[in-house]
DNA sequence: TGAGACATGTAATCGGTTACATGATTCC
DNA sequence: GGAATCATGTAACCGATTACATGTCTCA
């Protein structure tokens, strides 16, 4: 009988939280931290949505606290990632891309582009890079089909919202393929 | 006493959903239908969203929905914009652009440009593009710097997600200026 | 001595996801 | 007759936002 692990990594605040714990033992307001003076202000870095995160993922098992300072007057609760913890995100991780991903969750995809090197190794962020190159390429050209309607609808601010979505998938595909040439160039 | 117009847009989806209504009326399954064969299917198509939107306006007056075929079997709920929502929807998209909303909402500025055409006209949407280009300009450089430090760490895979960060934006920017260009052209 | 960083939480509220539920119409 | 599309909802659940709350430590 297997031991299911429980818990699951629900958004990408709590795969940020997990990545960055993974990376080295951080306390909630280390990570308050990292989100407000890093690029990764891109998330929240409210207590609200911390302190009950870091106790949802110590209540399943994924991380372990440990108080530092317990006898001081302002102890803090340093967490690591536990054996559990390392499992669920390293299938969180070699999840495979979809199409969802791709179309809602773009900049996620990134961040667990970030993790990945550390966590999976040189090989697998590769072959992740790779899969995400395809299906860039498989959806670019849908954006395209409906640029052409647009345009022929002379709907110009709809047609310039979709060169948007085109030209930030462009630059996507050319920063992948940037990465995998620097990354196989060691 | 002014007659202060309830409601507000809270979230990107109902942005969305008020700005389609606005550009023509609309039932629950024509936005359905929008978010998933247009390119905003970035949006959620699910009707646990989607209607209790179109409630929460109706009741605080922003649209108004009129049952079309009553007498068949199968009637729908046509909503247009009240004059209540006409407003709202205006000085929602008169709002500044904040350096919040070109953190975390950069996509968003883009639907805000779409309806901005047809609704405060050409002008205002340029002003509102040179703003953005402004805040633009103004953000890449604190990426940059973080890029130099992270060079320095040589953490190599957070530099990776910083360029791509950098990269999003200057296209962001390259577009911008020529969204302006097409619309000056003219 | 007072400002600012350190440090951790709770509570109300709310929008969105997921899943369930129902039935009509159209077209092959 | 059955699949696909048209059409509209509800209910449980849950993560995040916002706001509130509390106290320490350090350094100028």
């Given at each position: ?25 951080m ?19 409210s ?5 009950p ?13 440990i108080?530092?300072?317990q ?53 697998k ?11 860039l390429?498989?959806?670019?050209p ?5 640029l ?6 002379e ?32």
């Open positions: 009988m297997y031991i299911m692990v429980e818990g699951t990594i629900q958004s990408t605040l709590t795969l940020a939280i997990l990545g960055l714990i993974s990376q080295r033992p306390t909630g307001y280390d990570l308050r931290k990292v989100f407000t003076t890093t690029p990764m202000w891109y998330f929240s870095n207590p609200g949505a911390i302190y995160a870091l106790q949802r993922f110590e209540n399943s098992g994924l991380i372990k606290g108080v530092e300072g006898d001081t007057l302002r102890p803090k609760r340093v967490y690591t990632l536990t054996e559990d913890g390392r499992q669920v995100l390293e299938q969180s991780l070699e999840q495979p891309i979809t199409q969802d991903d791709v179309i809602r969750r773009r900049d996620d995809l990134v961040l667990r582009f970030t993790f990945m090197g550390n966590i999976l190794g040189r090989e962020t590769l072959s992740y890079l790779k899969e995400l190159l395809i299906q390429e498989n959806y670019i849908s954006l395209q089909e409906h052409d309607t647009e345009r022929l609808a709907s110009p601010y709809d047609a310039f919202s979709i060169e948007y979505g085109i030209e930030m998938y462009q630059v996507y595909t050319r920063w992948a393929k940037h990465v995998i040439d620097q990354l196989e160039g060691n």
